[in-house]
């Protein structure tokens, strides 16, 4: 059965660091890219990092490029998602995200987790 588990939620003030995670089962996830995607109040559902199976490319949406870092260890079946310089603008729903051939083949989401940044 597959699983993508997101880590808790979470309310965080505005700057210093969160890192989220997304434990993983069921699936080959070394063969996987992965991807977190978020969806704030009133808003669609945006792509916001991507990293390749091997962890040798990444792309990150422009709103947070400089601030958000993602991460994957093969060995844990884990993504991460390192959240510098929170702002309020980054509360949303954070859902972790599965592919294998752009999607073509397999597509899988977690749950999705809240983070609120409010001081």
């Known amino acids: 059965q597959v699983q993508l588990a997101e880590s808790g939620g979470v309310l965080a003030q505005p700057g210093g660091s969160l890192r989220r995670s997304c434990a993983t089962s069921?699936?080959?996830?070394?063969?996987?890219?992965m991807s977190w995607y978020r969806q704030g109040p009133g808003k669609e559902r945006e792509l916001v990092a991507f990293?390749?199976?091997?962890?040798?490319?990444?792309n990150y949406a422009g709103s947070v490029k400089g601030r958000f870092t993602i991460s994957r260890d093969n060995a844990k079946n884990t993504v991460y998602l390192q959240m510098n310089s929170r702002k309020p603008e980054d509360t949303a729903l954070y859902y972790c995200?599965?592919?294998?051939?752009?999607?073509?083949?397999?597509?899988?989401w977690g749950q999705g987790t809240q983070v609120t940044v409010s001081s």
């Open positions: 069921g699936f080959t996830f070394s063969a996987y890219a």
């Open positions: 995200n599965a592919k294998l051939g752009s999607g073509r083949l397999a597509n899988y």
């Open positions: 990293i390749t199976n091997t962890g040798s490319v990444t």
